[in-house]
């Protein structure tokens, strides 16, 4: 190693010491002022992210909301595409899914507003299974805007058949449906 160092042709590893100290000096310096801190841009930090929303939703009335596209102009016109919206309340609509969730799905129509469920059978009780049809009637949030239909059949003598079900079962998962999206709508 000595070899090495005390060759001329390697005179550049041989530094002087107080060249050395000024040579860390200056990376030093010039490193530090590459440093950066680690904060987040405007569109990336989610505490503001989390403000704007919740501006956003104590803008919102319960009405339609939920456009598909942006607005945008054609050729200079004054036209505006206002996008589609959900052609029901988003609370009402949002509360009968959560009320029926534990039901399997047949179809759930947004725009109609029709949210069918397949035959569930009763647990604790095998020989009974339940269907439910929703309708939601309106944009606003009211007590007639919901509707349900409650099917009832019991399994008797190797078939399936229907039943009647009691008005009050229905007013209670209608009442149960508006209660969910008062909630929501405070929330």
């Known amino acids: 190693m000595n070899n090495f160092l005390n060759n001329p042709k390697n005179k550049i590893l041989r530094i002087d ?3 050395k100290s000024i040579l860390i000096f200056l990376i030093s310096v010039i490193l530090s002022g590459c ?11 989610a505490d503001l992210s989390r403000e704007r929303h919740a501006e956003r939703q104590a803008q919102r009335d319960g009405g339609p ?3 598909i596209q942006d607005n945008f102009k ?3 016109s004054d036209i505006k595409d206002t996008g589609a919206t959900i052609g029901v309340n988003s609370l009402l609509w949002r ?3 959560d009320t029926i969730s534990f039901m399997p799905l047949e179809n759930a129509d947004p725009y109609g507003g029709i949210i069918m469920t397949e035959w569930y059978n009763n647990p604790n009780n095998p020989n009974e299974r339940y ?3 929703i309708y939601i009637l309106d944009t606003r949030l009211r007590a007639d805007a919901v509707r349900v239909s409650l099917f009832m059949q019991q399994y ?3 078939e399936w058949v229907n ?8 007013l209670q998962l209608e009442n149960s449906i508006l209660t969910k999206a008062r909630q929501m709508k405070q929330e």
Do not use: V
Request: proline letters at 5%.
């Open 131 to 133: 269907k439910i049809t």
């Open 156 to 158: 008797l003598n190797g």
């Open 35 to 45: 440093s950066t801190s680690f904060n987040m841009p405007d569109w990336m930090d």
């Open 65 to 67: 909301k939920g456009k």
């Open 95 to 97: 509360a009968s899914l």
């Open 163 to 170: 039943t009647s079900t009691s008005d009050e079962t229905r």
């Open 17 to 19: 010491p107080l060249k």
């Open 74 to 76: 054609l050729f200079g």
